[in-house]
């Protein structure tokens, strides 16, 4: 479904339809001069567009930066691998964390979004690997499936000279499949903790009783609440004795107890940023949204910034699909990604989104961390997030690898408090974004119907859903529960 709607009447059809036309119009005209405005100048900042800056961020006690894969000492395999994806050498955090995990040490690894970290820890897995291959050798801990999925990619890709054998095990999916899939003996399995656990308590024969390497990604979120019994629960099961861990993230838990709880050994603090630091190549702004305009202000900017790619994170599930679908009734090109609907869904909006069949990814957090999607150009947050940790990670679904990008967050009178706690540990106020109030009026009225349009058709199906739901409540359930990957 991802936000569909069809069904609306015909007098606001024809009102919703003439102003379609007239947004893609004014979107063509915009379009236009924008490639002029490129061609004449390529300093944009001050249109609030893209700013390059490739200044890479090093602490100040950083040692030794690489200029190859090569002077890492790492098996030929893994150079090849890194040289077929084009990566010439190491990042900072790269350099920084690789040595010390070749020697064996558990690492805390702290860099910005989009810095490379998932290499970070893959490449010296892989290189152990090489010398001892062993079933179920490491596992990789993700607090989401998509990130999951990804994770799994890039172990493929970096070890595909090597015939490693990487298995997914997220929730949502067939348990008898993923069975079958644990019993080929994978060397790494990357899993979202719920449905890990589910397989640790159900699977005969499987179990990570010898492994040698534990990943947390997105270590903070992992050892946040949400995730914290099924986690100590994990814990508790794996060994510590002959155990290399490592933990990474953007944002990190000063929590000694929380890090406590993952059975570190004197491990080595690899930051290559403060703890809150956004990239230099992104550029955030913020519009202050005048009560009930929301929605006028959003696709004010869909059509400001028409031919780009963008994520929009809502709050809340009902939100997203409520976005995706004004999205897309005034014929933007709008996907939907939240906790709601079932894995193919999922997958298949994510799909659609990569493949640049969608330029329009309406999400909840469930997209926030990690999500490595190159063609992402503008992040927009339709609602402010709870937590500034939630904010750096959604900023940071843009502006990947030393690319340019922008954020652009709605800030409602409601939000003033959150968006003043997220300016302190960026450690910067937030410029506005410009806008064209003629343009806001003349949108109103419009977007508001149909937005009417949309919440009508969306309540029409949820009620029929919970009627073809009755009698089947409660089934099911207790296995999706334990994958509490959803916000
Ligand atoms: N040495 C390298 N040279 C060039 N590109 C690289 C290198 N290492 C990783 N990359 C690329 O950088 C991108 C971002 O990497 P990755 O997704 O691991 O970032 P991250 O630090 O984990 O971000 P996040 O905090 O958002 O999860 C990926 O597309 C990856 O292929």
Redesign the pocket.
């Known amino acids: 479904m991802s936000g569909k709607v069809t069904k609306h009447s015909k007098s606001n059809n024809t009102e919703i339809s003439s102003l379609a036309a007239k947004i893609k119009a004014k979107a063509l005209e915009n379009q236009k001069k924008l490639k002029e405005d490129e061609a004449i100048n390529s300093s944009d900042e001050e249109k609030g567009i893209i700013v390059k800056n490739n200044a890479a961020e090093e602490d100040a006690g950083n040692d030794e930066t690489f200029e190859s894969?090569t002077e890492l000492n790492l098996v030929p395999e893994l150079i090849q691998a890194?040289k077929n994806?084009?990566?010439?050498?190491?990042?900072p955090?790269?350099s920084k964390s690789i040595p010390p995990a070749l020697n064996g040490k558990d690492i805390i690894g702290l860099?910005?979004?989009?810095?490379?970290?998932?290499?970070?820890f893959a490449i010296p897995i892989l290189n152990s690997l090489w010398h001892d291959q062993l079933p179920y050798y490491a596992c990789i801990l993700s607090p989401t499936r998509e990130?999951a999925q990804?994770i799994k990619e890039?172990f493929d890709s970096l070890g595909s000279l090597m015939g490693v054998r990487t298995v997914c095990i997220v929730g949502g999916m067939n348990m008898m499949d993923q069975a079958r899939d644990l019993m080929r003996k994978p060397h790494i399995i990357i899993a979202t903790p719920g449905r890990l656990m589910d397989h640790l308590e159900n699977t005969r024969g499987f179990s990570l009783r010898k492994l040698r390497y534990l990943v947390m990604?997105?270590a903070d979120r992992l050892l946040d609440m949400e995730f914290g019994p099924v986690l100590d629960r994990i814990l508790k099961i794996l060994p510590t004795e002959g155990r290399t861990t490592y933990l990474?993230?953007?944002t990190m838990t000063s929590k000694i107890d929380k890090l406590q709880r993952a059975s570190l050994t004197n491990p080595v603090k690899c930051a290559v940023s403060n703890k809150y630091q956004t990239v230099d190549t992104l550029v955030q702004t913020l519009m202050v949204v005048p009560g009930g305009l929301k929605n006028t202000f959003l696709i004010y900017l869909l059509n400001e910034f028409h031919g780009k790619t963008f994520i929009i994170f809502t709050r809340t599930k009902a939100n997203a699909e409520r976005i995706a679908g004004l999205a897309n009734l005034l014929e933007f090109n709008a996907t939907a990604l939240h906790g709601d609907l079932n894995q193919n869904q999922r997958t298949g909006a994510l799909d659609l989104f990569k493949a640049g069949k969608r330029s329009i990814l309406v999400a909840t957090d469930v997209a926030a961390?990690?999500?490595?999607i190159?063609s992402v150009d503008i992040v927009i947050n339709y609602d402010i997030p709870v937590d500034s940790k939630s904010y750096i990670?959604r900023v940071?679904?843009t502006a990947?690898?030393?690319r340019s990008g922008k954020s652009i967050s709605l800030v409602s009178q409601y939000d003033l408090e959150l968006i003043l706690r997220i300016e302190e540990v960026l450690g910067k106020k937030l410029p506005k974004e410009s806008v064209d109030k003629d343009i806001i009026l003349s949108l109103r009225d419009s977007v508001d119907k149909a937005n009417g349009e949309v919440v009508m058709e969306l309540n029409r199906r949820s009620k029929e859903k919970a009627a073809r739901g009755k009698g089947r409540r409660g089934r099911m359930q207790s296995k999706e529960n334990m994958d509490r990957e959803e916000r």
């Open positions: 894969f890194c994806l084009n990566y010439e050498k190491p990042t955090i790269q860099a910005q979004t989009g810095s490379g970290k998932t290499a970070a990130l990804q890039t990604d997105e990474f993230s953007a961390r990690g999500l490595d190159p990670h940071g679904r990947r690898a030393g």
